[in-house]
């Protein structure tokens, strides 16, 4: 099904590519089926030309004249034609060199994969994380830091334990390191080669891409602790409900209620789980090139769902030379890992400078209480039941339910505690 | 932050181990399309 989602996104970003193909095949026999001047026009312009005119006209070796007739040695295919049964890969091409891609001599598809690499990928990829800094940097200046509202109380409940900040580390570091070094993959050429000449960009490549190979590892080492660690808390809950209404409190004064994580940091979780995978999957695709094929299979799927005819792009192609798998793989890994990228920079600052309190959880494991109450309201009444208790009970004079009213605004004051957190810790510097 | 330190070191060990595991695999390009007519290395 993920496969299947994949592919779909995908094949939607070449929608116009595929619906230009439904035209009616123009009359070609005043040309004997050759190409016309309104498909030499058509490509001066820009559009798709509908191929199977010349990818079906590769010769006919049954009719061939005989051995010892005029140009009976061709066997009943003219040059152009041979060489469009190369292009189209129906050719009978025997090699030297072992691998599925060897008798691949020519790729078709590998233009349109360059360009899209090299035009809209980078173009709206670079755009969108640069988008991202931007919209960050805005929100920073109008917002500032989203101080901790109520006094601090000097203890300190533990948020993270040491395996989980160790996952969650591990998970960070190879994913700004995998980020950096696919940046410097896909606009090294554009960019660096222009900066810094071709000797110092070849050392930088090939370090970006053993770091980028084998750190991969440790990210999908990381992205399975983390799913089996915080699962259970990031399944979705009546109060997250509240939480997205009010924006998380980020654009107002006051925090609404949530658990331990809020429905903010389940939507990273989840995109980080989701996304994650899905550019681990395309990632070992790409490791082990020709081995692990996926989007043959996944057109296949969505043919047999019917889906291209529900968004009206048709059938989409189940066989795929083997460079295309891989293309494929390169593009949605690189879409998938931007659409990450800019949602990662959004926690990184949320984390550090966007907001007081919030680096301690994944720094010390240790949180301030006040900061806790403020933003994991729930969580710290589940933390700490004996104080739950004590709410309860004042609450219950105002016919509260006995279950303890979770903090829906920020005190401006600490309340006095009448019960020891769990965890105690020396008065914050 | 010790923590984070640990959790950089284990990224920088994998990646070696990995890469180490990956040569002995036989899955480098060189050795998957090697042929009978077609050596490398020699």
Do not use: C
Not at chain 1, 87 to 112: E, Y
Not at chain 1, 286 to 304: G, R, S, Y
Not at chain 1, 395 to 403: E, G, L, M
Not at chain 2, 1 to 28: D, E, P, Y
């Amino acid at each position: 099904m993920l496969r299947a989602m994949i592919a779909l996104i995908l094949t939607l970003s070449f929608l116009s590519t595929a619906s230009a193909q439904s035209a009616d095949a123009p009359d070609r026999s005043a040309t004997g089926g050759a190409q016309t001047v309104e498909d030499i026009m058509l490509r001066q312009r820009g559009e798709v030309v509908e191929n199977s005119f010349r990818s079906s006209a590769t010769g006919d070796p049954d009719s061939a004249a005989g051995i010892s007739n005029q140009l009976g040695t061709l066997g009943g295919a003219s040059d152009p034609e041979l060489w469009r049964a190369v292009r189209f890969g129906s050719a009978d091409t025997k090699a030297s060199n072992n691998g599925p891609a060897a008798a691949v001599l020519i790729q078709d598809g590998g233009m349109s994969w360059l360009k899209f690499r090299a035009g809209p990928l980078a173009t709206y990829g670079g755009g969108l994380l640069m988008g991202m800094i931007a919209l960050l940097a805005a929100f920073f200046m109008y917002r500032g830091r989203i101080k901790i509202d109520g006094e601090k109380t000097g203890r300190k409940i533990t948020r993270f334990k040491a395996i989980e900040r160790f996952g969650h580390w591990l998970l960070s570091g190879s994913f700004i390191l995998l980020g950096l070094t696919g940046l410097i993959s896909l606009f090294g050429r554009k960019f660096l080669i222009p900066t810094f000449g071709h000797e110092t960009f070849s050392f930088l490549a090939v370090g970006s891409k053993w770091v980028h190979n084998n750190v991969s590892w440790a990210f999908m080492l990381a992205l399975a602790m983390i799913f089996v660690m915080w699962v259970a808390e990031n399944i979705p809950h009546r109060s997250d409900i509240n939480w997205l209404r009010k924006g998380g409190g980020i654009f107002s004064k006051g925090h609404p209620p949530a658990k331990k994580f809020n429905a903010g940091q389940k939507l990273i979780f989840w995109s980080v789980i989701v996304l994650g995978v899905s550019i681990s999957v395309s990632g070992l695709s790409l490791l082990f090139p020709f081995e692990l094929n996926m989007f043959a299979a996944t057109f296949a799927k969505i043919n047999a769902m019917g889906i291209g005819s529900v968004f009206g792009f048709g059938e989409l192609r189940e066989v795929l030379a083997p460079h295309e798998e891989m293309q494929y793989a390169q593009l949605w890994h690189a879409v998938v890992s931007f659409v990450l990228m800019a949602i990662i920079l959004a926690h990184i600052y949320i984390g550090s400078i966007g907001m007081e309190g919030a680096y301690d959880a994944m720094g010390s494991g240790e949180v301030e209480e006040q900061w806790a109450r403020e933003h994991h309201s729930i969580w710290v009444e589940e933390m700490m039941p004996e104080k739950s208790i004590a709410s309860s009970q004042a609450a219950s004079a105002q016919a509260a339910p006995v279950t303890a009213a979770p903090v829906t605004a920020a005190p401006k004051k600490a309340a006095p505690k009448k019960a020891a957190p769990k965890k105690a810790a020396p008065p914050a510097k | 932050m010790k923590t984070m330190f640990v959790a950089f070191l284990a990224i920088a060990v994998i990646s070696v181990g990995a890469n180490l595991v990956l040569k002995q695999a036989g899955f480098s390009s060189q050795e998957r399309t090697l042929g009978a007519n077609v050596q490398l290395d020699n």
